[in-house]
T-cell receptor, first 117, second 115 residues
Framework: AQKITQTQPGMFVQEKEAVTLDCTYD???????LFWYKQPSSGEMIFLIY??????QNATEGRYSLNFQKARKSANLVISASQLGDSAMYFC??????????????FGKGTLLTVNP | DAGITQSPRHKVTETGTPVTLRCHQT?????MYWYRQDPGHGLRLIHY???????DKGEVSDGYSVSRSKTEDFLLTLESATSSQTSVYFC??????????????FGAGSRLTVL
């Protein structure tokens, strides 16, 4: 079974600085996908970025990038030039691409990011 | 916005009463999911569906049942609600599954309080 660990319950960052949110995962399957979602205080879940296990390059989407270190089984989210609107809960998630598990997204417990002015 | 509507958005009920949450999509996506979100637990999968009348259990399915009689509707039923089922429930949809960025798109959530 897959497992996602987010070790930082809360993080603080100054506006305009970069911040890294940690995510480690555990699976023996070679094919999987890693996702990051943002949940602002309003409650909706917003997809940010995706990384496939066979992707050669780290994923980037605007100010978001995913620092994918396969050997370490880590998929850290990097937010550059933080903005006040980045204050939210961030969830790392993984989906296995094999067998009957390929429908299911397993989430970590989340990291609450606060951006200070 | 992706066409996902959850109803009701808020509900307060008493222990032992049945509750049904509805998820309606206009995207014609094959896959639908119900998650619950609790502090300290993130989101946990309750049930999912991979087609009309095709459903399966997730990691926290005890006390819940689901039905999908039409592509667009996925119902989550608590036959006899308990206080431990107080939570925020999210419906999600995806066009496909398997390898690739098959992103789950979430509804706005339904907050259920069981007294």
């Amino acid at each position: 079974a897959q497992k996602i660990t987010q070790t930082q319950p809360g993080m603080f960052v100054q506006e305009k600085e970069a911040v890294t949110l940690d995510c480690t995962y555990d699976t023996s399957d070679p094919s999987y996908g890693l996702f990051w979602y943002k949940q602002p205080s309003s409650g909706e879940m917003i997809f940010l970025i995706y990384q496939g296990s066979y992707d050669q390059q780290n994923a980037t989407e605007g100010r978001y990038s995913l620092n994918f270190q396969k050997a370490r089984k880590s998929a850290n989210l990097v937010i550059s030039a933080s903005q006040l609107g980045d204050s939210a809960m961030y969830f790392c998630a993984m989906r296995l691409n094999s067998g009957g598990s390929n429908y299911k997204l397993t989430f970590g417990k989340g990291t609450l990011l606060t951006v200070n002015p | 916005d992706a066409g996902i509507t959850q109803s009701p958005r808020h509900k307060v009920t008493e222990t032992g009463t049945p509750v049904t949450l509805r998820c309606h999509q206009t995207e014609n996506h094959r896959y639908m999911y119900w998650y619950r979100q609790d502090p300290g637990h993130g989101l946990r999968l309750i049930h999912y569906s991979y087609g009309v009348k095709d459903t399966d259990k997730g990691e926290v399915s005890d006390g819940y049942s689901v039905s999908r009689s039409k592509t667009e509707d996925f119902l989550l039923t608590l036959e006899s609600a308990t206080s431990s089922q107080t939570s925020v429930y999210f419906c999600a949809i995806s066009e496909s599954a398997g390898a690739g960025a098959n992103v789950l798109t979430f509804g706005a959530g339904s907050r259920l309080t069981v007294l």
